[in-house]
Structures are given as C-alpha cells and as structure tokens.
C-alpha cells in the first residue's frame, strides 16, 4: 500500500459512528459516577474497550493479507461463549440472551476472526432492541440442507435486506445525516460484516419463529463429520 493511500475501512462515515457511539457510553459512565451508581460501568467500559479492540484487528486484517490458519470451530460452543460474554451488557439493557441450538457440526473456520465478527452481530441486535419488558436476543444455530446456519434474532426488531443493504452504504459515503449514526449500530455491523467477508462468508437478514435479525451460513467439509 502507498503512503498516500488511506484503507477503505477509515472514512468519514466509519469515524462519524465511533464518535458517535463512544460518546454515548462515556456520557453514561460520567452521569452514573456523579450519581453514586457504578453497578453497570464494567459492562459499558468492556463494551466500548472491546469496540475500539475490534477496530483495531479489522485494521490489522485488512492491511495483513496472509491467510488465515482454519481449524475446526464448533458454531454452537461459539454461540455459547458470545451468550455468556454478552450477557452483563444485555442485562444492562434489560435484555435476556437465550440459545437454541439444532447443530452441533463443526465447520473449518478462524476461530477468533468468527468469534469477533458474530459477537459484533449480536452487539448490533442488542443495540436495535428497545429492552421493553421481556425482551429476548435469541442466538440460534441450525442446520440444513448439508449447511450450518448461525443467526440473532429479537421480536423488538424489523428487518429487511434493504436495510442492511443501506447500513453498507453508509460506510461508502464521506457525508450523511447523522441521525442515522446515532439511532443504528452501524459500525457493530460494519466490524461484523468486514470480517465475515474475510472467511468468505455475508451478513445477511433472516427470519426465525417470526422474529428478524441477521445470519450466515456455513457449509462443513466433509472430512469434519469424524469430529462430530
């Protein structure tokens, strides 16, 4: 890369949003301690430390282009790990974070750059719901047709592919209305997004039970179904 050139990950827009949902934490963290009411600052520090980690190895990925070592990664161990590493910024939000798993198959995959990516998914389910009373994130792996499908999902959330087609654009513009920053987790879905496209997989919106959310699918080798 020449010096002159900047990545296509930093842009105005991908600034704009950090900014944006730095700020908003911060400012809870500073209105809690004058307050006396630190019960939940572990929660939003980790959050927003693990935000800027994520950006950083996003960074680090896209201008490292050696390939990444695969190795057997069971998807619905992983969605164990994301429920129970979620779980204090979900109930901070007053959301519960379930499982439903129907597959255990284990796909090839970098274990790490997945983890990041579909905690980050989740992160922007748990952003666009509203935390009313009994709300509930559901991470569901499932298999079908010879594929392992991950996905999150929330009753409090209505999606479409046109909206995550629209969240993409936002990124591939230098200026937009900053209302869309601070009322979408664009740069949860954006990491999410960036590094699925590394493993050759897509974020895509999904349906399950009449809930909505987002998805991908993996398809196992088939020299994996000895580890089952």
Known sequence: MKGSETPDFINDSL?????????????????????????????????????????????????????????????????DDIAHALS???????????????SNRPVLAHRFTLLRAYENMVKGILSMSRGE????????TSGLNNEVRFGAYSSEVNLNARDLNQMRKLFGASKRPMSL?????????????????????RLRT???????????TLIPSSQLAFLQ
């Open 15 to 79: 600034l704009d949003s950090i900014v944006e949902q730095l700020r908003t934490p911060l400012l809870t963290i500073k209105l809690m301690v004058e307050a006396g009411e630190t019960a939940k600052l572990d929660s939003i520090t980790s959050s927003s430390i693990q935000l800027l980690d994520d950006i950083s190895y996003v960074r680090e990925r896209t201008r490292d282009n050696s390939r990444l070592d695969l190795s057997p990664v069971n998807i619905a161990v992983l969605s």
């Open 88 to 102: 204090p910024l979900a109930r901070a939000k007053n959301i519960s974070i379930q499982t439903a798993h129907t």
């Open 133 to 140: 009373e009994a709300s509930t994130v559901v991470l569901s």
């Open 181 to 201: 920053v601070s009322t979408s987790p664009v740069t949860e879905l954006y990491i999410a997004d960036k590094l699925l496209s590394m493993l050759g997989l």
């Open 206 to 216: 999904s349906i399950s039970s009449r809930q909505h959310g987002f998805a991908t």
